[in-house]
């Protein structure tokens, strides 16, 4: 059975810092490209980061650039997200992707939320 989970999500004060985790199981992720990927409160779907399969290169949207760093470990089947100066507008529900040409899975998202 084919699963993404994220964890590591939670409340944070502006200015705090928190890892989500991916962890993939039921398929090699180390074959896919990975993403982080976004949803505000009543808003659509926000690209955050993605990594290629081996690591090698990675992408930020411009609104998280120099803040949070995407990183994977293929040994352990694992995608994480290094989130850092976060903000009040990083507060979201976080959702981890993994693509190939012709496989797109998605997981169940976990809750960041970053208040006072």
């Known amino acids: ?9 939670g409340l944070v004060q502006p200015g705090g810092s928190l890892r989500l985790s ?8 180390s074959s896919y490209y990975m993403s982080w990927v976004r949803q505000a409160p009543g808003k659509g779907l926000e690209w955050v980061s993605s990594i290629y399969s081996d690591g090698s290169n990675t992408y930020y949207a411009d609104s998280v650039k ?26 979201a529900v976080y959702y981890c992707n993994a693509k190939t040409m012709a ?14």
């Open 1 to 9: 059975q084919v699963q993404l989970v994220e964890s590591g999500g």
């Open 22 to 29: 991916c962890a993939a199981s039921g398929f090699t992720s």
């Open 66 to 91: 120099g803040r949070f760093t995407i990183s994977r470990d293929n040994a352990k089947n694992t995608l994480y997200l290094q989130m850092n100066s976060l903000k009040s507008e990083d507060t």
């Open 103 to 116: 496989r797109d899975y998605w997981g169940q998202g976990t809750q960041v939320t970053v208040s006072s």
